[in-house]
């Protein structure tokens, strides 16, 4: 390992970093929220939250874009694929359950859908291919820039990308504004914070002054982030601060912002489990139109939120409960056998939670 990295994961510097939480937390109940799957496997697999006092939570909100992909959206997709159509989309994608079952179910029934790692792979096969080929896009603003570098590059006549792209910055004002989840601070993500920069949430920062740490991904991160947040909650402040700084900057990448403007507006979008949010998806702008499966297809879709029957990964998606107080965690939904969209995708709390064998409440 890295001295770089060995350093973040310090034992002793840990110890004094907890006594630090412990003095500043006092005998408040905070809770804060983090967006990222990157955070809660760091959190889970090191134990962070058996080392804050009983009165700090730290609770994921709705930091995995496969699990917010609506189950409409999905359906859509499967249509396509069994109309001729060859799909291409990311791996945890295609096991997540909808109303027609799963991508890989209708892969099963004989679907042209196919795993890539990235849309510059999707490309590569409609280069191939004489058949209409759409790429299925999830992902925040991480993965937003490579598919707006691919359509401004101009990729081949049979290829289009039908966008479920999500944005992270308004999900988190509307989990303050719906006033449904009690917020005292947000830990925000350190691969999206790279796009868009300390200045992508200064819109939060302004209208809610709720304290906000973008933090890294080791576990001295995490816990300086809590430190922070228990900081500024003592002195008064509602500010965005950067506990990333070795990365992430306070413009972001100007050149991923550049691609994204160009190539995606903003638009209201479906989040599964949490509702509709305003400004909070990409859709393929008009100059790219022709590039855009919704429109190629005619694929509009009367939207839908719902989890399967029994399943709780809405009120996880909102930051209301953990994993492990879903009845059906572990036991009727695994890993193996998942019910609902937080068991499927690795960046999911609830398979975060299986993986390192957290029990049920």
Not at 86 to 106: C, E, I, K, N, Q
Not at 149 to 160: K, R, T
């Amino acid at each position: 390992m890295f001295p770089f990295v060995r350093s973040f994961r310090d034992s002793r510097m840990a110890r004094d970093v907890c006594r630090l939480i412990e003095e500043l937390a006092g005998d408040r109940r905070v809770r804060i929220v983090h967006v990222c799957g990157t955070h809660e496997d760091t959190i889970t697999k090191y134990g962070l939250r058996s080392l804050l006092p009983p009165n700090v939570e730290v609770l994921m909100g709705p930091g995995c874009p496969v699990c917010t992909v609506p189950p409409n959206r999905i359906d859509s997709a499967i249509r396509l694929a069994e109309s001729g159509v060859t799909v291409t989309t990311f791996g945890d994608m295609v096991r997540v359950p909808a109303g027609r079952g799963s991508l890989a179910d209708a892969k099963a029934r004989g679907a042209d859908i196919r795993i890539v790692y990235g849309i510059h792979d999707a490309v590569r096969i409609a280069e191939r291919l004489d058949n209409e080929v759409v790429h299925f896009a999830v992902g925040f603003e991480t993965t937003a820039p490579t598919a707006a570098a691919e359509l401004i590059a101009g990729p081949p006549e049979n290829f289009s990308i039908y966008s479920a792209h999500l944005l992270i910055p308004p999900a988190m004002m509307h989990l303050l504004e719906a006033g449904e989840t009690p917020v005292d601070g947000f830990i925000n993500p350190g691969h999206v914070s790279t796009i868009i920069g300390v200045q992508g949430y200064r819109e939060v920062e302004t209208r809610h002054r709720v304290p906000q740490v973008i933090a890294g991904f080791e576990p001295l991160d995490v816990l300086f982030a809590v430190a922070m947040i228990l900081r500024q909650l003592d002195e008064g402040r509602g500010e965005i601060e950067n506990e990333y700084s070795r990365v992430v900057k306070e413009e972001g990448n100007p050149r991923a912002l550049e691609l994204m403007a160009e190539a995606f507006e903003p638009v209201d979008a479906p989040w599964r489990g949490i509702g509709t949010i305003p400004r909070s998806g990409l859709a393929v702008s008009r100059r790219f139109e022709e590039y855009d499966a919704s429109k190629r297809f005619d694929m509009e879709v009367e939207e839908s939120y719902a989890m399967p029957e029994g399943c709780r990964c809405g009120e996880v998606l909102r930051a209301l409960i953990y994993p492990w107080d879903c009845p059906l965690f572990n036991t009727v939904c695994t890993p193996e056998s998942p019910v609902g969209p937080c068991m499927v995708s690795q960046e999911g709390g609830c398979y975060i939670s299986a993986k390192y064998g957290v029990e049920r409440s």
